[in-house]
């Protein structure tokens, strides 16, 4: 089914003036578990056809990845597990050529975790930790890049701003993605407490977001996926 034509303008996401547009979910539709309200409204951004493409790509297969990190008991992320997995299974495919992909992914995917004892005491994502250290023997550790955190993280960033403000995120201002443990973020989590605004689409997303008065741009967030784990982000202006 064709996607919407939202007609010429800027796209959020690389700020070029396109002739056609699309909506962009800026928490992508498939990410939303199961025990979602029926009638919460999602968040949507116009998108260029490029960067739509491009971000559909990669919000699919950090959900193959990350979906496989998630807790299968909690109903934040238990339907979230079960998308991620069946996204591996050459049975639940569309056609041949799905299965195929799906094989695949699920080859590349094991083919690059670590097991057990190669498994590093470091680099874990916070949040996304063991969830049964009593059996380390038989742990696996899903490597998701670094980059792909940060890009999912500054979408959000960019989809807050435009759906809340109608602003672009652009130069001279920035977006710095940050991955914090629970020890170090007391000073961020004070500010956000003090000054932030909570926009949720719970069980999903939650963000908090603190602007400052000064240029209404300059902000800091805190992003809560599924209640599993938080990406954190800033935007402030360079000299």
């Known amino acids: 089914m064709p996607k919407e034509n939202l007609g010429p303008g800027r796209c959020v996401h690389c ?7 699309e909506p962009d979910h800026v928490f992508p539709k498939s990410w939303y578990p199961d025990s979602t309200p029926p009638d919460l409204e999602k968040w949507q951004m116009p998108s260029c056809k490029l960067c739509n ?7 699919e297969d950090f959900l193959s990845k990350v979906g496989l990190c998630l807790d299968p008991h909690d109903t934040a992320s238990a339907s979230i597990v079960q998308k991620a997995l069946r996204s591996l299974k050459p049975a639940a495919a569309r056609n041949p050529r799905d299965a195929q992909h799906r094989l695949g992914r699920g080859k590349r995917i094991l083919a690059q975790a ?12 916070p949040g996304l930790g063991d969830r049964w250290p009593e059996i380390p023997g038989e742990r696996t550790a899903i490597l998701i890049p670094k980059k792909t955190f940060e890009r999912i993280t500054e979408k959000i960033v960019r989809g807050i701003f435009f759906v809340e403000d109608g602003i672009f995120i652009e130069p001279p201002y920035t977006i710095d993605c940050y991955a914090l443990p629970e020890e170090g973020i007391t000073p961020w989590t004070a500010a956000l407490g003090r000054w932030g605004k909570v926009y949720a689409r719970e069980p999903g ?5 603190a602007v400052a008065h000064e240029d ?24």
């Open 216 to 239: 209404g741009v300059s902000s800091l967030f805190e992003i809560t996926f599924w209640k599993q784990f938080k990406t954190y982000a800033s935007v402030s202006k360079q000299a």
């Open 205 to 209: 997303i939650v963000v908090r977001r």
């Open 15 to 21: 700020l070029k003036e396109v002739e056609e547009r």
């Open 53 to 59: 493409r491009d971000y559909g790509k990669l919000e």
């Open 114 to 125: 670590l097991q057990g004892h190669q498994i590093p005491d470091h680099g874990v994502f």
